[in-house]
Nanobody, 128 residues
């Protein structure tokens, strides 16, 4: 089982950028598809982006396409989410997730239900 720890959250400015990291421990990182979800106050957790185990195939929610970029460094056991052109929003918690199944397990899951491993989340606030 892979353990996940997010970092890089904080306060950003509308139109600015932030980069989130998800550090993994455990030998299954390179065999796991990885993804990001987020949850705003009073809202259900939603899919943001996902990346395949080794081919680098990615998938994004429509709301972040063209602004966010997901990537991973298997040698460093780390996944990233580069967030550009941030939009003003109340505090949102971003979670990283890992699963041994294919990419579609992330984008087709309801709020990430059933995915194998989760981090504890990192908060992101975008000021206007």
């Amino acid at each position: 089982q892979v353990q996940l720890v997010e970092s890089g959250g904080g306060v950003g400015q509308a139109g600015g950028s932030l980069r989130l990291s998800c550090a993994a421990s455990g030998r299954t990182f390179s065999s796991s598809a990885m993804g990001w979800f987020r949850q705003g106050p009073g809202k259900e957790r939603e899919f943001v982006a996902a990346i395949s185990r080794s081919t680098g195939i990615t998938s994004y929610a429509d709301s972040v396409k063209g602004r966010f970029t997901i990537s991973r460094d298997n040698a460093q056991y780390t996944m990233y989410l580069q967030m550009n052109n941030l939009k003003h929003a109340a505090t949102v918690v971003y979670y990283c997730a890992a699963d041994s199944r294919v990419l579609s397990a992330f984008q087709n899951s309801a709020a990430g239900t059933g995915l194998g491993a989760w981090g504890q989340g990192t908060q992101v606030t975008v000021a206007s």
